[in-house]
T-cell receptor, first 111, second 115 residues
Framework: GNSVTQMEGPVTLSEEAFLTINCTYT??????LFWYVQYPGEGLQLLLK?????DKGSNKGFEATYRKETTSFHLEKGSVQVSDSAVYFC??????????FGKGTSLLVTP | DAGVTQSPTHLIKTRGQQVTLRCSPK?????VSWYQQALGQGPQFIFQ???????QRGNFPDRFSGHQFPNYSSELNVNALLLGDSALYLC??????????????FGPGTRLLVL
């Protein structure tokens, strides 16, 4: 079946530090991969996506590359800000349209 | 352009009761999916509606049922509530014909507490 595993948090970084949140997946075929972000008390917002191998999704300074050989979609940002504090979810869509989410990684950025 | 809207925002029920949650999709979207997000967990897919029919279902019991109306809005019904049904219920919409790569847009959710 389809599944997503992401690194457990919480992750605490100082402002301007480099961020990596690891995500690996299990799926047959060629899923689409997503990163969603959830700010406190809010619903999910799409951060970026990639629909085929070697695609790089990017948005607001965040990047992730779809690596089929390692079944990974790690999220990176070169310099985090306090406003990036949120919970980040890696997800995939394969057969049908259901999204399969990881458990989420909480990020806290301190000034 | 209104995004996905959900009502109510919060709800408190007692065990054994029934609850109905509502969702209006983003303009131009015809497919609605429902997810359950327990505290500290990722969302879990409940089911998806398109053309007023349930098209795909996750691993949830029959106590969870839904409906889609001709205007594409949707309801999620949960019968015989259990304490474990306490969660944030998220609605997401997308245009069906766009395929897997199309983004699902999420609403703010309804937080259900079962006492």
């Amino acid at each position: 079946g389809n599944s997503v595993t992401q690194m457990e948090g919480p992750v605490t970084l100082s402002e301007e530090a480099f961020l990596t949140i690891n995500c690996t997946y299990t799926a047959t075929g060629y899923p689409s991969l997503f990163w969603y972000v959830q700010y406190p008390g809010e619903g999910l917002q799409l951060l970026l996506k990639a629909t085929k191998a070697d695609d790089k999704g990017s948005n607001k300074g965040f990047e992730a590359t779809y690596r089929k050989e390692t079944t990974s979609f790690h999220l990176e940002k070169g310099s985090v800000q306090v406003s990036d504090s949120a919970v980040y979810f890696c997800a995939l869509a394969n057969s049908g349209y259901a999204l399969n989410f990881g458990k989420g990684t909480s990020l806290l950025v301190t000034p | 352009d209104a995004g996905v809207t959900q009502s109510p925002t919060h709800l408190i029920k007692t065990r054994g009761q029934q609850v109905t949650l509502r969702c209006s999709p983003k303009s131009g979207h015809d497919t609605v999916s429902w997810y359950q997000q327990a505290l500290g967990q990722g969302p879990q897919f409940i089911f998806q509606y398109y053309e007023e029919e349930e098209r795909q279902r996750g691993n949830f019991p029959d106590r969870f049922s839904g409906h889609q109306f001709p205007n594409y809005s949707s309801e999620l019904n949960v019968n015989a509530l259990l304490l474990g049904d306490s969660a944030l219920y998220l609605c997401a919409s997308s245009p069906r014909l766009a395929g897997l790569q199309e983004t699902q847009y999420f609403g703010p959710g309804t937080r259900l507490l079962v006492l």
